[in-house]
Nanobody, 123 residues
Framework: VQLQACGGGLVQAGGSLRLSCATSRRTNSNNAMGWFRQAPGKEREFVATISWNGGTTLLADSVKGRFSISRDRAKNTVYLQMNSLKPEDTAVYYC?????????????????WGQGTLVTVSS
């Protein structure tokens, strides 16, 4: 399974970015999808997840009210809209396919990972 994440870049604090992640396999439409991030020297952490049909989403407390996750099943693509970005949001962002139809927050519940896209937020 190939996952292609894109949309990262350099943005000033308070700005917005939208990440997208396309998966090559249509069968992943029955799986939840998730976004994680990893800052330098830190462990990979959960950001957001969305269920197979888009009906259920879960966001990390650190991004609630600022980020949102959505998916287009017809395009096999999941999105992460990031608003009001802060310097502490700087990280490599990864998308992943869950082993479940409803997502979870642990990396152990995800089976396929994209290559990551770098988001840098300047103060």
């Amino acid at each position: 399974v190939q996952l292609q994440a894109c949309g990262g870049g350099l943005v000033q604090a308070g700005g917005s970015l939208r990440l997208s992640c396309a998966t090559s396999r249509r069968t992943n439409s029955n799986n939840a999808m998730g976004w994680f991030r990893q800052a330098p020297g830190k462990e990979r952490e959960f950001v957001a997840t969305i269920s197979w049909n888009g009906g259920t989403t879960l966001l990390a407390d650190s991004v609630k009210g600022r980020f949102s996750i959505s998916r287009d099943r017809a395009k096999n693509t999941v999105y992460l809209q990031m608003n009001s970005l802060k310097p502490e949001d700087t990280a490599v962002y990864y998308c992943a396919v869950s082993i479940y139809s409803v997502g979870a927050t642990s990396t152990q519940n995800y089976k396929s990972w994209g290559q990551g896209t770098l988001v840098t937020v300047s103060s």
